[in-house]
């Protein structure tokens, strides 16, 4: 079985910039604001159906 089944790279970019250190907050900082932000879209558009 090819390896990218069991670790999509999508998911290990987006790990990777969630877990940034301290020299990269901004970039986590605007990947949390993205993540909540399309988190709270889909819970209005449930909602809304």
Do not use: E, N
């Not at 390896?3 to 901004?26: C, D, E």
Request: charged share 10%; glycine share 6%.
């Amino acid at each position: 079985m090819p390896r990218s089944m069991f670790h999509p790279l999508s998911l290990f970019v987006g790990l990777r910039y969630v877990r940034a250190r301290s020299h990269k907050f901004f970039v986590s900082f605007i990947t949390w604001v993205s993540v909540v932000g399309v988190s709270v879209g889909d819970a209005a558009l449930i909602v809304m159906l």
